[in-house]
Every structure is written in structure tokens, then in C-alpha cells.
């Protein structure tokens, strides 16, 4: 390449293409995506992007993990009520906007029997979940739920009833869902619901 | 038709019919559905088949209607600790069947963005929830839960997490999956969260 590539383009590219995925994914879903239209729709060369990300598996696995972690970040804010409600109300922002909806539909594509990404997206999933345990394990440091509570069942009933509206009986949720979920997960780990065998 | 119809035929010709429809969703999935396999698969002439339902919608609703019907009965012990573990037992064992994996497809399907049922899939669930709320008020009958307790919501929390399970992590259910959740269920109620406005 003869252009000189300044401070920050690498970055640039990396964002203007991920938002591209989503929005490719939104438009077309899953089974018309393709690196050819997210390198067009970007106006950024195609072998840009290859030498990024070898196929269309590692850039939607990217992209979605990318888009959770944006819009759904991580709170911290002292108490564990006032974290489980925010997280369940940026999970239901997130799951009404257009871009969470076309990463629930990679997501329960495997489910649905459709040509999918086997296991990037639950991977996705599940990392997040993952990095979303401090959030309980320093709330039993605080004292605030009991210390034998096991993370992941925690945040997995705070999240549930929000997944299951939304992609099961189809119901809007809001903020009054998201509070229920975080009263529902904080009532369960208080009755001591989560704790370790 | 020359040939006589003994009776029952046409009960046994729905069965088999519907049975089909399963076997088809599960094995090509709902895209490639098509009445004329159904037909086929079942050796009954899809003239019989059109007559009874119009189009594979109407099939597909009643498939799915019928099969969440005969495969998670709606129990009645006389104790909603064991009703509800009954009825997420069922959950279970049907979500790791071959025909409650079609269903589910079949089900989130819209979520995926696919040329789906939009709505008739659904109707079948929150038909199917509507039919399972006599669990919940026999129980506050009994005095077993508090009176104000909204059935729909009880149900629906013990539900989430094993579709949650299902769908979205891939993890695998079994009865421990069930009775976490009929006793999560069951705690939410008691402590008052499921209470109407």
C-alpha cells in the first residue's frame, strides 16, 4: 500500500467493519451474510478485512462479543440491587435495539436448525457470563448475599426471564422485566438458592 | 373414494399426520416443510391432508399445539411443590427429545429472522401457558401460595430457565434443571413477587 496509514486508522477500520457485521446480520441475517458485503458496505478493501479475520465465523464471533460488551458494560456501582438492575436494564435497552436483535438471532440460530456458527455465538454468551461474575463475587465480599452463592446460576436467573420473554412468547420487556429479573435473582440468592453442592 | 372409512380412520389419520409434520420439521426443518412430504411420508393423498388444513401453517400449528399437549400434560397431585416439578420435569424430557427440539426450532425461528410462522408458534406456547394456570390457582385454593399470586407470571418463571438453557447456552437439562426450577418458582411466589398490582 503506498497511502501512509495514520495514528488510529487500525482502530477506525475495526469499528466501521463490526458495526457493519451487525448491520449486515440486522438486514440480511445470518444466512446471506458475507465479508464481501461488510467490506463494501464499509468502503473498506476485502483483503483488509480477510487479513483481519480469516472467515465469517471469527468476524461475527467478534462482532457480537463486541456489541455485548458495549452495550451491556459491567456495573459497578457498590450494591449488588442497584448492579442487577442496571444489568438487566441494559440487557433489555440492548435486546430492543436493532443490533441486539440481530445478535439474538445468530444466537438461537443453532436452536432454529439453520446453517450456524455452532458454537462462536454461545461462546460469546458464555465468556460474558463469565466476565460478568464479579459482579456477584464482590457482593458476597460485601456481605450482601450468602457466601456460598455460585455466580454463574446467579446471573443465569437474572438474565433468563428477560432472554425467554423476548424469544419465547414474543412479550415486550422493559425496565419494569429487568427489575423483576433482578428482584426474582436477588430473592433466590438470599434463600439461599445458588448455593455450591 | 370407493374404499370404506372404518371409524376411527380419521383419528388415526390425524396421528399420523401430525406425527409426520414432527418428523419433517425435525429432520428438514421448517424452511423446506412442504404438505406434499407430509403427504407422502404418512402414504395418505395430500387432497385428504389440504382438506383438513388449509395451508402448513394451520398443519404446523396444530403439530406443535398437539405435540406440547401430549408430551408435558398438565399435572394435578394435589401439592404444587410436586405439580410444578411434574411439569418441569416433563419440560425436560421433551426439550431432549427429537420432536420437542423441532418444536423449539420452530418456535424461536422468528427470533432468528428466518421466513417463520410469525405468530402461530407463539400462540401455541402462551395457548399452552393459559391451559397450565390451573396449576397455579388450585394451589392458591389450597392456600399453598399467597392469594394474589399472578399465575401467568409464576408459570412463565418456572419455564424461563430451562428454555433459557435450551436455547441459549446449550447446556444440558435434566431433573435437577426441573426441581431448581419449580423451587425458584415456588420461592418467588411465596415471597411475594408474582403479586398483582
Redesign the interface.
Known sequence: MSRSAPLGRGTKVRTAVLAATIDELSER??AAFTIDNVAQRTGVHKTTVYRRWPDREALIAEALADSVATDIPIPDTGSVDDDLRALARSLVTWANSASGR?V???????????PAPPNSA?HV??DR?RQTLPVVTRAIARGEIPDATDPAEMI??L???I????????EPVDDNTAD?AA??AL??AR?H?FAHD
Open positions: 441475517g445470518y440481530a439474538l438471532a445468530v444466537m438461537v440460530s443453532t436452536a432454529a436448525g439453520l454461545r454468551f458464555r457470563i443465569k436467573t438474565v433468563a426471564p432472554y425467554f420473554r423476548v424469544l419465547i412468547t414474543g423483576a428482584t426474582l430473592t433466590a434463600a438458592l
